[in-house]
């Protein structure tokens, strides 16, 4: 198992206290702000049900009932990867009202969306309502047609260099009832849950990339990159020949698929690749 199976078997495993000790349910004082029926059940089920999900349309149908206890309608989900770092590869996956969709669609772009912008500025999670984006009214107004109100968004990033933002929505404000730090637990796992889930579908798809494994010497020597090295002054450092340090760069070239030591360290560190 490697590391990136062993942390979504750990995530997996966090669902299961949630549902023995009831989730939020103790902790939100008026369940009738939220929909209803047998929380303990819902989420106790779904880490297997993750983990059969084989189409990003089934993570959404696997998140919504969750979304839906925790008292929100929509959930939305962006993911992109590091690379290329000119152009990098996005995917998304929404039930949000088709009227926005389309907004976003056509009229935004991630850079320009004033959630993902905040969100990617902060590991905290973004509570906003429709009040939130003054400063952005063609965004609020686009939000107020399609009658969301409110939502919490939550930055999530992974080893791969990938982030992603998972948005819950609804057409009411945020109960009084209800403070964001009550549910805020089951917000961030369902978060990690889903980035793991469609990180794990987009690797072999069109978001994907595949495994690269550096050598301990590979990885020396790309970080002695990244500081501005030469191959001179590696065969110095490292102690050994230019001859034998060209022989590593280009080992590292043909597994990262780079024309040169200079793009292959800047896509390793984005990747993770480097410790």
Known sequence: MDLDDQ????????????????????AVPN????????????????PDSWDRADNPQVLLDVALPLARDLGFQYVGYVISTSLPVSSPRRQSISNFPAAWREWE????TLECNPIIRRCRASVRPLVWDDASFDSAPLFRAALGRAGV???????????????????LGRTTPH???CPPYDVEPRLVWLAQMFHYHLSRMCRTGPVG???IHLTEMEKTIL???????????????????????????????????????????AQAALLGLLY
């Open 149 to 167: 109100r409110s939502g919490w968004s939550q930055l999530v990033r992974d080893s791969r260099g990938s982030w992603g933002v998972l948005t």
């Open 31 to 46: 369940r009738s702000d939220l929909s209803h029926g047998h929380p303990q059940h819902v989420w106790r089920r779904e």
């Open 175 to 177: 109960p009084a009832s």
């Open 209 to 211: 990339g595949n495994e």
């Open 223 to 265: 970080r002695w990159t990244v500081d501005g090295k030469t191959s001179g002054e590696l065969a110095t450092i490292l102690e050994v020949s230019v001859r034998t340090v060209n022989f590593h760069v280009q080992n590292i070239l043909m597994k990262m698929n780079t024309c040169n030591k200079t793009a292959a360290a």
């Open 7 to 26: 942390y979504g078997a750990d995530v997996a495993s966090l669902a299961e206290p949630f549902a023995r000790q009831g989730g939020m349910q103790d």
């Open 105 to 108: 669609r056509t009229r935004s």
